[in-house]
């Protein structure tokens, strides 16, 4: 496998005495990916909690040009996100991070992540 590209993305999230999450969209020509999310490093204090993930992605049928949309991950109770996507054909990627801190104390919560688009 050849890397002829790639996307990375660096950044970070932050709570004190709530929940805070997003998603991070990326609209790419379709492609064949490998896809990753890391947490690079987490300050949870006072029942803090962090996580990061790939939600979903969007695969393109080269024949068809329908879009399909593939879920790895959910934003559940279980927060069970992918942590990496290997795939051809896909368009779209979405990226998750959410960081909450329920400790009601003086000190806030913090995630740190990667995220990354191989493309071969």
């Avoid at 991070?24 to 006072?46: Q, R």
């Avoid at 000190?107 to 191989?118: L, M, N, S």
């Amino acid at each position: 496998m050849s890397v002829s590209g790639c996307y990375f993305d660096s950044y970070w999230g932050w709570s004190q005495n709530e929940s805070a999450s997003g998603t991070e969209d990326f609209e790419i020509p379709p492609s064949n990916i490998m896809a990753t999310a890391m947490m690079t490093g987490t300050a949870a204090t006072n029942d803090g909690w962090v996580f990061s993930g790939i939600l979903e992605y969007r695969k393109r049928d080269p024949n068809t040009g329908t879009d399909q949309v593939i879920t790895p991950g959910t934003l559940s109770k279980s927060f069970s996100l992918a942590d990496i996507v290997v795939d051809s054909n896909v368009d779209s990627v979405t990226f998750a991070l959410g960081v909450g801190d329920f400790g009601e104390g003086t000190f806030a919560t913090r995630g740190d992540v990667v995220h990354q688009i191989w493309f071969t």
